[in-house]
């Protein structure tokens, strides 16, 4: 640095003059990602699993961690910038999928999959029909332990998937590991009786067509393991499962006969008795006293055919307009209460008090994936994932 004054000692003005010396602060960060950020991220975004990655994990995920040794975004101060970071995500998403997440993205997908060795497919099919898509995805290793299961636990699960679809889970517990395992998910934008009549032949094929041998039931085929299925209080979905069971019944091999789909799904059928309780507690939002809803709460607990019969009378009687809709829903679904009462159910005693009451091993695999995955997922990634 130099310094320049004037000779005369009056004049106190100064010239300052810089060398070639450093910047005195550092420059502002880039506002772009360059070709070098944006090949670093790429490789995050693969790492963190593609199709399947969120933009969280692509910027601070242990995998980029691994890769970067910090942050993306501490290492490139573009991506600081959320939308940017969520922006490039998207772009490496449909650069893996070019017809998209969604439908047309699936059938692509799975015309892929196809393409791999059976044991290692894991869309197992694709159904479409006027107004309803249905995807069944099964992994082949989990798909043989579906013959060992004594119940399977089924519902919807609606917080996974962003938009119209929602997942179908298929779950039960597992004596060997001591824990609630996902066997199946299939995924339908429709909770029709086609749809679940879709979802339910669906699921029943794609095991069969995995493991090559068919889904066996104690009651219908005497040689299974499969005791029963518990679902939560979805009219179509018991329903169309009530007429499957009418297409597996051999009378002359499960000594049933039944002319009524909803009569002979009792047989292999609970309905959840938390969503019962549930259903019942609520009816104190609408007027019912606590003594309303504790008799309520006893119904599944009645033993005496007369005791059931003054139930239904007292439901059907009760001055509380909101305890006769609840009866009336019940009696347009006549598998309902029978299927919470096993003194009611022709379901076997032993079956029944050693197959669970709920179907917990569903809801509690709901709260490990959306875990594990997060949730509001394009369909292609929550499948992918």
Known sequence: MSIWVPLDDTDLHAVVLLGAQPHNHPPF??????AEAKEAAAQC?????????KPSSVDTGPTTLALLGQPLSGKFPAFRDKRKLRDFVQSQRLEEAPLGLEWLGIINAA????????????????????GIHVVVTMNPVLAELIHKCRFLACDFTFKRVHGHFNEWEVASFLDGINENISLARLYSDSNSLEAFRLIWDGFFRAVESTTRHSLQFKVFHKNGNLCAIICDAEAAQAQALGKYFMKINRPTVSGIEEALPE????????SCLFHFNQNAHGLSKRGATAEDVNRILSYPSMKDPEERRYFRAWCKEHPLEAIKAWYRNKLGLPWYLPSVNPYESPMERSIWITTPFTSNSSESSHVNSNRNTGTNLPLLSAISW
């Open 111 to 130: 015309e892929e999959d196809g393409r791999l060795p059976a044991n290692e497919q894991y869309i197992r099919a694709t159904i479409s029909q006027p």
């Open 263 to 270: 009569r002979l799904l009792l047989y292999a059928f609970k």
């Open 29 to 34: 960060p880039a506002l772009k990602p360059n």
């Open 45 to 53: 975004f693969l790492a963190a699993g593609g199709v399947t990655a």
